[in-house]
């Protein structure tokens, strides 16, 4: 897998241009804009994800009211990734709602493709956790947080499946 995703990075020119990734989902669509200023290896992570499809079909398998929504994992179990790991990006970015940031173990270099979006202020994520991108707008952080609030189940799993129904990305000279 990292293979393909570098090949889709190849063309990445944080210089040049900006970034965005969509999510499409089955309750609306969520626009983020990335910020490699932070963190231009996770940036590039989920660009090239979401170029060669990763995200598509993917189910949001994890949910917490006024916390996160997660997603990322192929098998929708919170223990899948895409073979390989990336290294942690720190910074002083707080953890505020429509936050994107990524999801690991308790090692911080362990994030693969598993993210999350916070759905209220989380300052105990504050400086453990790599952000690396932000909702777009109103729109998109209303759709987080309608999503943030359906029915779970055991593990924090929703009810329904709410569904990445696929992942695109925008780029756009600066």
């Not at 990075?9 to 944080?14: K, W």
């Amino acid at each position: 897998m990292r293979a393909k995703v570098d090949e889709a990075i190849a063309d990445v020119d944080f210089d040049s241009n900006d970034y965005q990734v969509v999510l499409n989902t089955s309750m609306g669509t969520i626009k983020v804009d990335l910020q490699p200023d932070i963190a231009p290896g996770h940036c590039n992570n989920i660009i090239g994800l979401a170029r060669i499809g990763f995200y598509d079909g993917i189910i949001i398998h994890r949910v917490i009211p006024d916390f996160m929504l997660q997603l990322g994992c192929p098998q929708g179990t919170g223990t899948g990734g895409p073979g390989y790991t990336i290294d942690a990006e720190f910074s002083d970015h707080p953890h505020n709602p429509g936050t994107l940031s990524m999801a690991r173990t308790s090692d911080p270099n362990s994030a693969g493709s598993q993210f999350f979006i916070c759905t209220a202020r989380v300052p105990h994520l504050d400086n453990q956790y790599t952000v690396f991108g932000q909702t777009a707008d109103e729109d998109s952080l209303n759709v987080a947080l309608e999503i943030g609030n359906v029915e779970t189940k055991a593990g924090d799993r929703p009810v329904d499946d709410v569904t990445i129904e696929s992942a695109e990305v925008i780029v756009t000279a600066k």
